[in-house]
């Protein structure tokens, strides 16, 4: 059964750092992770999805990197900003669904950026 | 272009009651799902749908009911709601079972 794990659980920066937030799965067939980002009281917005092919994904300041083989993937976040605080996910989309599962997700990290 | 909507966004029930979350989608969406979210756990697939009158178990569906009568609308039946089900409950819409997913905003269970 795959499980996600996110490290760390929460963190605060302040304003201008840039920072790496970290996903880890038990099961490296999987078709795609992505990231989300979740503001408090609100639904998930994906941020990056990367292909099980892929290395990385790029989107505007955010950088999304996949080791398959190793079962993990980094979200760098450059010159981060107040604007970024916000609870980040990563889930991952298994080969095989014999656990009922779809997108595997991860805790979370709860970022704080301080002005 | 709405996207994902959910009703009702807050509700509390007694133990024992019924209801039906509501979810729709205007982006013509195949694939259609429920999760539940609790703190420290992450979300939990309840059920799926991959088109109009098929759905399936997810990880965690005991119960819950779901029905796809049509592409747009996909509820959620709490059939005897239990505190174990306070919950925040999320629906999500994706053109595939692997693309990008689209989620509500969410509905805030309290099951007394």
């Known amino acids: 059964k795959q499980e996600v794990t996110q490290i760390p659980a929460a963190l605060s920066v302040p304003e201008g750092e840039n920072l790496v937030l970290n996903c880890s799965f038990t099961d490296s067939a999987i078709y795609n992770l992505q990231w989300f980002r979740q503001d408090p009281g609100k639904g998930l917005t994906s941020l990056l999805l990367?292909?099980?092919?892929?290395r990385e994904q790029t989107s505007g300041r955010l950088n999304a990197s996949l080791d398959k083989s190793s079962g993990r993937s980094t979200l760098y976040i450059a010159a981060s900003q107040p604007g970024d605080s916000a609870t980040y996910l990563c889930?991952?989309?298994?080969?095989?669904?014999?656990?009922?599962?779809?997108?595997?997700f991860g805790p979370g990290t709860r970022l704080s950026v301080l002005p | 272009n709405a996207g994902v909507t959910q009703t009702p966004k807050f509700q509390v029930l007694k133990t024992g009651q019924s209801m039906t979350l509501q979810c729709a989608q205007d982006?013509?969406?195949?694939?259609m799902s429920w999760y539940r979210q609790d703190p420290g756990m992450g979300l939990r697939l309840i059920h799926y749908?991959?088109?109009?009158?098929?759905?399936d178990q997810g990880e965690v569906p005991n119960g819950y009911n779901v029905s796809r009568s049509t592409t747009e609308d996909f509820p959620l039946r709490l059939l005897s709601a239990a505190p174990s089900q306070t919950s925040v409950y999320f629906c999500a819409s994706s053109n595939n079972g692997a693309a990008t997913q689209y989620f509500g905003p969410g509905t805030r269970l309290t099951v007394l």
């Open positions: 749908s991959v088109g109009a009158g098929i759905t």
């Open positions: 990367i292909q099980s092919s892929q």
């Open positions: 889930a991952v989309k298994p080969f095989w669904n014999n656990y009922g599962q779809n997108f595997v």
């Open positions: 982006m013509n969406h195949e694939y």
